[in-house]
């Protein structure tokens, strides 16, 4: 069965400093990954995925996330934090046509 | 504006009580999927369809049941309501039915449970 762990509930980092949201993953083939942002009182927004290819993939709002098959972990990135990046971030693994499943997703703060 | 609507917004209601939650996906969209949000259980997946059919089953209760109708739109029907109901629902779309499809969603329903 696939499953996905954010171990962070919280992650703090000031303005202008680099942020990580970890993400790591379990199935039994070849994942599909992504990262979902949600802001108060709003549905899900997609940031980005990974397919194939590239093990670094950029998406929305300037993040990154990096694909890492032997660490089985598919990180979050941005090199310079913003205080409107404060938000609930969560992580997705898919394996072929089953279910999505979602993270518990970690709470970015972003200090001024 | 992710181009799926919800509705309604809110709702409140009592125990026991059933209730009929709406969802239309995005133009063009075939695959709608039903999340419940709430505070202890995180982002639970509940049903996927595709098409019109039935593609995947999460965590649904036996007394919530959905359909897709043939213009694509998706009702989720919570019956015998519970105070632990009290969640958001979030539908969601996406082009196909799996693969590296991300989802779209909707901005929800607050269901509260008196």
């Known amino acids: 069965a696939q499953s996905v762990a954010q171990p962070e509930d919280q992650v703090n980092v000031a303005e202008g400093n680099p942020l990580t949201v970890k993400c790591t993953y379990s199935v039994s083939g070849n994942p599909y990954l992504f990262w979902y942002v949600q802001y108060p009182n709003r549905g899900l927004q997609f940031l980005l995925k990974y397919i194939t290819g590239d093990n670094l993939v950029k998406g929305s709002y300037g993040f990154e996330a990096e694909f890492n098959k032997s660490q089985t972990s598919f990180h979050l990135k941005k090199p310079s934090a913003l205080v409107s990046d404060s938000a609930l971030y969560f992580c997705?693994?898919?394996?072929?046509?089953?279910?999505?499943?979602f993270g518990i997703g970690t709470k970015l703060q972003v200090i001024p | 504006d992710s181009g799926v609507t919800q509705t309604p917004k809110h709702l409140i209601t009592a125990t026991g009580q059933r209730v009929t939650l709406r969802c239309s996906p995005r133009?063009?969209?075939?695959?709608v999927y039903w999340y419940q949000q709430s505070l202890d259980q995180g982002l639970q997946f509940l049903i996927q369809y595709y098409n019109g059919e039935e593609r995947a089953k999460g965590n649904i209760l036996e007394r919530f049941s959905a359909q897709q109708f043939p213009d694509l739109h998706s009702e989720l029907n919570l019956s015998s309501l519970e105070l632990g109901d009290s969640a958001l629902y979030f539908c969601?779309?996406?082009?196909?039915?799996?693969?590296?499809?991300?989802?779209?969603f909707g901005p929800g329903t607050r269901l509260t449970v008196l």
């Open positions: 997705a693994v898919r394996e072929g046509y089953q279910k999505v499943t």
């Open positions: 133009s063009g969209d075939l695959s």
């Open positions: 969601a779309s996406s082009a196909w039915a799996g693969g590296g499809n991300e989802q779209f």
